[in-house]
């Protein structure tokens, strides 16, 4: 599928996988790299990233809560198709990016074997590190946690909320593809 640019959907989901891989290794916190690489392609609110910044590690590096990535999915489809300030008293806007949602939600469990930063640790590396144990965040790195691991699951979970958006036809800025970062 091309758009109007001449880019196929590939093409703008790898920019997005390979900015999203980028951010998390060299700046860490998960969730806002979802958002911030998704953020160079698509017309999204710098405060977003901002905003996302507890929801890395399980939110609070707790690694108990939904990891950052997920979050990060739920507040970008959110903003792209949720209720908005204007359309507060209209309650059947409440529900509609819930479809979305659920559809990443579901592609997001089933390549991970789950959905908390828990479980998604605990299927790269066979056991969790809780980030809050300063030897154990030492272990992690060890193991590539940011270097490989969660940099590919920021990566694939920008990569994949790159094509929800494009197959309903949110705009992207094509002069950020192929710009050298």
């Not at 998390?24 to 160079?40: K, N, P, T």
């Amino acid at each position: 599928m091309r758009n109007t640019d001449g880019l196929n959907k590939e093409e703008i989901m790898k920019a997005v996988y390979k900015r999203g891989y980028e951010l998390e290794q060299r700046y860490y916190g998960c969730a806002q790299s979802v958002i911030f690489a998704l953020q160079d392609y698509f017309p999204l609110n710098s405060s977003l990233v901002k905003a996302a910044t507890s929801f890395t590690g399980g939110v609070a590096s707790s690694i108990e809560g939904p990891c950052g990535p997920l979050s990060a999915g739920v507040i970008v489809l959110s903003y792209f198709f949720g209720r908005s300030q204007e359309d507060y008293s209209n309650i059947a806007l409440l529900r509609r990016p819930g479809p979305l949602v659920r559809v990443y939600w579901d592609q997001f469990a089933g390549r991970y074997e789950g959905d908390t930063c828990r479980k998604v640790q605990t299927h790269h590396f066979g056991k969790a590190y809780h980030f809050l144990d300063p030897e154990e965040y030492l272990a992690y790195e060890e193991a590539g946690g940011h270097s490989e691991k969660c940099a590919d699951v920021v990566g694939q979970s920008a990569a994949w909320l790159a094509e929800i958006l494009i197959d309903n036809s949110i705009p992207f800025r094509s002069d950020k593809l192929f710009t050298d970062r």
